[in-house]
Protein backbone atom coordinates (compact mmCIF):
# COMPACT_ATOMS: atom_id res chain seq x y z
CA UNK A 1 0.00 0.00 0.00
CA UNK A 2 0.76 3.23 -1.02
CA UNK A 3 -0.75 4.79 2.01
CA UNK A 4 -1.21 8.83 1.10
CA UNK A 5 0.66 10.60 -1.60
CA UNK A 6 0.75 13.91 -2.78
CA UNK A 7 1.10 15.47 -6.25
CA UNK A 8 2.92 17.49 -6.95
CA UNK A 9 5.97 17.79 -4.66
CA UNK A 10 7.32 21.06 -5.28
CA UNK A 11 6.19 23.78 -7.09
CA UNK A 12 6.68 27.38 -7.93
CA UNK A 13 3.82 29.98 -9.07
CA UNK A 14 3.27 34.00 -9.83
CA UNK A 15 0.68 35.60 -8.44
CA UNK A 16 -2.63 34.82 -10.13
CA UNK A 17 -1.97 31.62 -11.43
CA UNK A 18 -3.98 28.80 -10.48
CA UNK A 19 -3.02 25.56 -10.04
CA UNK A 20 -4.52 21.84 -8.48
CA UNK A 21 -2.75 19.75 -5.74
CA UNK A 22 -3.82 16.53 -5.43
CA UNK A 23 -4.01 13.98 -2.86
CA UNK A 24 -4.76 9.88 -3.45
CA UNK A 25 -5.20 7.50 -0.10
CA UNK A 26 -5.35 3.76 -0.99
CA UNK A 27 -6.74 3.06 2.79
CA UNK A 28 -10.44 2.95 2.13
CA UNK A 29 -10.12 6.14 4.71
CA UNK A 30 -13.64 7.99 4.65
CA UNK A 31 -12.15 11.17 5.95
CA UNK A 32 -9.73 13.34 3.80
CA UNK A 33 -8.09 16.94 4.83
CA UNK A 34 -6.12 19.54 3.60
CA UNK A 35 -3.67 21.42 6.11
CA UNK A 36 -1.23 24.06 5.51
CA UNK A 37 2.04 24.35 7.64
CA UNK A 38 3.37 27.66 8.00
CA UNK A 39 6.86 28.28 10.53
CA UNK A 40 6.20 28.55 13.91
CA UNK A 41 2.55 27.66 13.21
CA UNK A 42 2.05 24.00 13.70
CA UNK A 43 -0.30 22.36 11.52
CA UNK A 44 -3.94 24.81 10.06
CA UNK A 45 -6.93 23.28 8.64
CA UNK A 46 -7.73 24.35 5.34
CA UNK A 47 -10.64 22.54 4.41
CA UNK A 48 -11.63 18.78 5.34
CA UNK A 49 -14.03 16.31 3.56
CA UNK A 50 -16.18 13.19 5.68
CA UNK A 51 -16.92 11.18 2.37
CA UNK A 52 -17.41 11.31 -1.57
CA UNK A 53 -19.41 14.15 -2.41
CA UNK A 54 -18.84 16.10 0.74
CA UNK A 55 -16.57 19.31 1.80
CA UNK A 56 -16.22 21.52 4.31
CA UNK A 57 -14.34 24.52 5.26
CA UNK A 58 -11.70 24.47 8.13
CA UNK A 59 -9.93 27.13 9.79
CA UNK A 60 -8.24 28.74 7.44
CA UNK A 61 -10.41 28.10 3.85
CA UNK A 62 -9.97 31.86 2.46
CA UNK A 63 -8.36 31.17 -1.14
CA UNK A 64 -8.76 27.49 -1.84
CA UNK A 65 -11.27 25.44 -3.07
CA UNK A 66 -11.55 21.64 -2.76
CA UNK A 67 -13.01 18.28 -4.52
CA UNK A 68 -14.00 14.81 -3.41
CA UNK A 69 -15.65 13.37 -6.66
CA UNK A 70 -13.99 10.36 -5.63
CA UNK A 71 -13.21 8.62 -2.08
CA UNK A 72 -9.76 7.88 -2.95
CA UNK A 73 -8.91 11.26 -3.88
CA UNK A 74 -9.29 14.74 -2.57
CA UNK A 75 -8.25 17.54 -4.56
CA UNK A 76 -7.19 21.51 -3.19
CA UNK A 77 -7.48 24.10 -5.88
CA UNK A 78 -6.18 27.41 -5.65
CA UNK A 79 -7.75 29.80 -8.10
CA UNK A 80 -5.60 32.72 -8.29
CA UNK A 81 -2.61 32.70 -6.13
CA UNK A 82 -0.88 34.89 -3.59
CA UNK A 83 2.44 35.37 -2.14
CA UNK A 84 0.74 34.46 1.06
CA UNK A 85 -0.24 30.75 0.16
CA UNK A 86 3.40 30.06 0.36
CA UNK A 87 3.74 27.23 2.56
CA UNK A 88 3.93 23.49 2.92
CA UNK A 89 0.49 21.92 1.91
CA UNK A 90 -0.37 18.07 3.77
CA UNK A 91 -3.58 16.13 2.70
CA UNK A 92 -4.76 13.29 5.83
CA UNK A 93 -7.02 10.75 6.30
CA UNK A 94 -8.53 8.86 8.37
CA UNK A 95 -10.87 6.41 9.30
CA UNK A 96 -14.84 7.52 10.12
CA UNK A 97 -16.04 7.86 13.73
CA UNK A 98 -15.35 5.17 16.34
CA UNK A 99 -15.97 2.40 16.97
CA UNK A 100 -14.64 0.95 14.03
CA UNK A 101 -11.42 2.20 14.82
CA UNK A 102 -11.10 3.86 18.16
CA UNK A 103 -8.12 5.75 17.50
CA UNK A 104 -8.81 7.10 14.61
CA UNK A 105 -5.40 8.60 13.75
CA UNK A 106 -5.02 10.77 10.88
CA UNK A 107 -2.19 9.14 8.59
CA UNK A 108 -0.12 11.86 6.48
CA UNK A 109 0.88 12.73 2.99
CA UNK A 110 4.49 13.87 1.85
CA UNK A 111 3.68 17.30 1.75
CA UNK A 112 3.70 20.04 -1.13
CA UNK A 113 6.35 22.78 -0.82
CA UNK A 114 4.65 25.71 -2.68
CA UNK A 115 6.22 28.94 -3.59
CA UNK A 116 4.03 31.95 -4.73
CA UNK A 117 6.31 34.35 -6.41
CA UNK B 1 -12.80 27.60 19.88
CA UNK B 2 -10.16 25.00 20.93
CA UNK B 3 -6.92 25.98 21.42
CA UNK B 4 -3.83 24.38 22.05
CA UNK B 5 -0.64 25.16 23.50
CA UNK B 6 2.61 23.32 23.58
CA UNK B 7 6.04 24.40 25.64
CA UNK B 8 8.81 24.84 25.26
CA UNK B 9 8.82 26.18 21.35
CA UNK B 10 12.76 24.72 21.35
CA UNK B 11 14.18 22.51 23.61
CA UNK B 12 18.07 22.01 23.31
CA UNK B 13 19.54 19.04 25.34
CA UNK B 14 22.57 17.60 25.57
CA UNK B 15 22.31 13.65 25.19
CA UNK B 16 21.57 11.21 28.38
CA UNK B 17 19.55 13.84 29.83
CA UNK B 18 15.62 13.66 30.49
CA UNK B 19 13.41 16.27 29.81
CA UNK B 20 9.23 16.82 29.45
CA UNK B 21 6.86 18.51 26.81
CA UNK B 22 3.75 19.70 27.24
CA UNK B 23 0.60 20.16 25.52
CA UNK B 24 -2.14 22.30 27.30
CA UNK B 25 -5.88 22.30 25.33
CA UNK B 26 -8.63 24.29 26.33
CA UNK B 27 -11.53 22.69 25.76
CA UNK B 28 -12.78 19.20 26.67
CA UNK B 29 -11.83 16.43 24.94
CA UNK B 30 -11.06 12.74 25.03
CA UNK B 31 -8.61 11.83 22.16
CA UNK B 32 -4.89 13.31 21.72
CA UNK B 33 -2.29 12.63 19.44
CA UNK B 34 1.29 12.93 19.32
CA UNK B 35 3.24 13.35 16.29
CA UNK B 36 6.79 13.40 15.03
CA UNK B 37 8.54 15.63 12.35
CA UNK B 38 12.22 15.34 10.69
CA UNK B 39 12.93 18.41 8.81
CA UNK B 40 11.56 18.53 5.22
CA UNK B 41 9.56 15.11 6.13
CA UNK B 42 5.88 14.47 6.80
CA UNK B 43 4.08 13.72 10.51
CA UNK B 44 4.95 10.16 11.79
CA UNK B 45 2.06 9.45 14.22
CA UNK B 46 3.95 8.92 18.26
CA UNK B 47 1.01 7.64 20.34
CA UNK B 48 -2.83 8.26 20.95
CA UNK B 49 -4.11 8.85 23.64
CA UNK B 50 -7.54 7.95 24.83
CA UNK B 51 -8.51 8.27 28.12
CA UNK B 52 -7.80 9.72 31.57
CA UNK B 53 -5.04 8.81 32.89
CA UNK B 54 -3.46 7.00 29.54
CA UNK B 55 0.14 6.13 29.12
CA UNK B 56 1.67 5.02 26.43
CA UNK B 57 6.06 4.18 26.06
CA UNK B 58 7.92 3.57 23.56
CA UNK B 59 11.76 3.18 23.47
CA UNK B 60 12.73 6.45 25.36
CA UNK B 61 9.61 8.45 24.68
CA UNK B 62 6.37 8.27 26.92
CA UNK B 63 3.38 9.78 26.39
CA UNK B 64 0.55 10.69 29.17
CA UNK B 65 -3.20 12.10 29.07
CA UNK B 66 -4.71 13.68 32.26
CA UNK B 67 -8.33 15.27 30.86
CA UNK B 68 -9.15 16.71 33.59
CA UNK B 69 -6.22 19.18 33.76
CA UNK B 70 -6.60 18.88 29.82
CA UNK B 71 -2.88 18.30 29.83
CA UNK B 72 -0.71 15.95 28.22
CA UNK B 73 3.14 15.53 28.17
CA UNK B 74 5.68 13.74 26.10
CA UNK B 75 8.86 12.53 28.51
CA UNK B 76 12.01 12.25 27.07
CA UNK B 77 14.63 9.63 28.90
CA UNK B 78 17.80 9.68 28.45
CA UNK B 79 17.73 11.28 24.98
CA UNK B 80 19.82 10.40 22.23
CA UNK B 81 20.68 12.29 18.46
CA UNK B 82 17.83 10.15 16.85
CA UNK B 83 15.17 11.97 18.77
CA UNK B 84 16.08 15.30 17.38
CA UNK B 85 13.12 16.22 15.36
CA UNK B 86 9.83 18.71 15.76
CA UNK B 87 7.34 16.83 18.22
CA UNK B 88 3.54 18.22 17.97
CA UNK B 89 0.32 17.30 19.87
CA UNK B 90 -3.08 17.17 18.35
CA UNK B 91 -6.13 17.39 20.04
CA UNK B 92 -9.52 15.95 18.96
CA UNK B 93 -12.73 18.16 18.98
CA UNK B 94 -14.92 20.34 17.16
CA UNK B 95 -16.80 17.27 15.63
CA UNK B 96 -15.91 14.80 12.21
CA UNK B 97 -12.38 14.05 14.24
CA UNK B 98 -11.04 17.69 12.95
CA UNK B 99 -7.38 17.98 14.84
CA UNK B 100 -6.36 21.02 16.50
CA UNK B 101 -2.56 21.20 16.61
CA UNK B 102 -0.02 22.70 18.88
CA UNK B 103 2.77 24.65 17.20
CA UNK B 104 5.51 22.33 17.68
CA UNK B 105 8.29 21.45 19.54
CA UNK B 106 11.69 21.50 17.78
CA UNK B 107 13.52 19.22 20.16
CA UNK B 108 17.21 19.59 19.09
CA UNK B 109 19.96 17.22 20.73
CA UNK B 110 23.32 18.11 21.15
CA UNK B 111 26.40 15.52 21.97
Known amino acids: NAGVTQTPKFRVLKTGQSMTLLCAQDMNHEYMYWYRQDPGMGLRLIHY???????AKGEVPDGYNVSRLKKQNFLLGLESAAPSQTSVYFC????????????????FGPGTRLTVL | ELKVEQNPLFLSMQEGKNYTIYCNYSTTSDRLYWYRQDPGKSLESLFVLLSNGAVKQEGRLMASLDTKARLSTLHITAAVHDLSATYFC???????????FGTGTRLTIIP
Open chain 1, 92 to 107: ASSYSLPPEIPSNEQF
Open chain 1, 49 to 55: SVGEGTT
Open chain 2, 90 to 100: AVAGGGNEKLT
